[in-house]
């Protein structure tokens, strides 16, 4: 089984509908993140957690909102999906200190029409 | 807060040449650095990390890069690429979160 497992993998919503994206994890670590992926644009920030009564926003965190359910889940929420946040979304973990490395899932394709 | 620019969005050569893929970094701090490889269809795995000590790192498949702190540099390479080695790979730097440079996608011919 994966370390890092992200639900669902491919989603295709319309404009205006909400959008929740799961994340799990196995590694028994502390921080969790989500980034997003454009074309171009590298990984951005959107939201990290270093434990589950920790949440900070990242780089773009307008129109996302997140959920940590326990130390092992991290989920994100689209409140009300725009074409603009069409992209591929990961979600990570990693131990603490600058020096962790980031064990990614496979991301979850979001398409919104 | 830090930074990476990866020069170039994309990368060919040909199997068995060298593969150089530049990065440069802006941080307030010494530098925690690595490159992430994405294979199609995947997420991102780590190559390589530079925290402290050995300015040149060794990683995974062949690739190593080397600090150069004088240039704010940390530069991938593969002396022979493979068929294999076909895709996209980030640089970051750490603060207190991983900051990704925008990419570099390498193709390599037969």
């Known amino acids: 089984d994966a370390d890092v497992t992200q639900t669902p993998r491919n989603r295709i919503t319309k404009t205006g509908k909400r959008i929740m994206l799961e994340c799990s994890q196995t590694k028994g670590h502390d921080r969790m993140y989500w980034y997003r992926q454009d074309p171009g644009l590298g990984l951005r920030l959107i939201y990290y957690s270093f434990d589950v009564k920790d949440i900070n926003k990242g780089e773009i965190s307008d129109g996302y909102s997140v959920s940590r359910q326990a130390q092992a889940k991290f989920s994100l929420s689209l409140e009300s999906a725009i074409p603009n946040q069409t992209a591929l979304y990961f979600c990570?973990?990693?131990?603490?200190?600058?020096?962790?490395?980031?064990?990614f899932g496979e991301g979850s394709r979001l398409t919104v029409l | 807060a830090q930074s990476v620019t990866q020069l170039g969005s994309h990368v060919s050569v040909s199997e068995g040449a060298l593969v150089l893929l530049r990065c440069n970094y802006s941080s307030s701090v010494p530098p925690y650095l690595f490159w992430y490889v994405q294979y199609p269809n995947q997420g991102l795995q780590l190559l390589l990390k530079?925290?402290?000590?050995?300015?040149l790192v060794k990683g995974i498949n062949g690739f190593e890069a080397e600090f150069k702190k004088s240039e704010t540099s940390f530069h991938l390479t593969n002396p022979s690429a493979h068929m294999s080695d076909a895709a996209e790979y980030f640089c970051a730097v750490s603060d207190w979160v991983l900051r990704f440079g925008a990419g570099t996608r390498l193709t390599v011919k037969p």
């Open positions: 990570a973990t990693s131990e603490e200190g600058r020096s962790g490395e980031l064990f």
């Open positions: 530079y925290t402290t000590g050995a300015t």
